[in-house]
C-alpha cells in the first residue's frame, strides 16, 4: 500500500475519478440543462487537477521545476475561475 501512495498512483486514481465526475456533470449539463456550465466545469476541474499534478510530482522526484510549473498553472487557471465568477455575479446585480 505504501508503494501505491509513493510511486503517485493514487493520483492517478483520483485525476481518474475527476475525469469521471466532470463527464457525469457535462452530461447534466447537456441532458437536462442545469448544474455547472461546461466553461466553469473545466475551470474548477482544471485547477484542481495541477494542484494533484503537483502533489504527483513532489511524491515521484520529478523535480521543483513540475512541481512549480504544476502550482502556477493551477494559481493562473484559479484566478481565470474567480474572475469569471466575479463576473457572473456582478453581471446579475441591477
Not at 40 to 54: P, Q, V, Y
Amino acid at each position: 500500500m505504501a508503494e501505491f501512495f509513493a510511486s503517485g498512483r493514487f493520483i492517478d486514481l483520483i485525476l481518474l475519478l475527476m475525469a469521471l465526475e466532470g463527464l457525469g456533470l457535462f452530461l447534466l449539463w447537456r441532458v437536462r440543462a442545469c448544474g455547472i456550465p461546461p466553461a466553469a466545469l473545466i475551470l474548477i476541474l482544471a485547477s484542481g487537477a495541477c494542484l494533484l499534478l503537483a502533489v504527483r510530482a513532489a511524491l515521484t522526484d520529478a523535480g521543483w521545476v513540475w512541481v512549480w510549473l504544476f502550482v502556477t498553472v493551477a494559481l493562473v487557471v484559479h484566478l481565470a475561475d474567480l474572475r469569471q465568477r466575479w463576473q457572473r455575479t456582478h453581471s446579475k446585480t441591477p
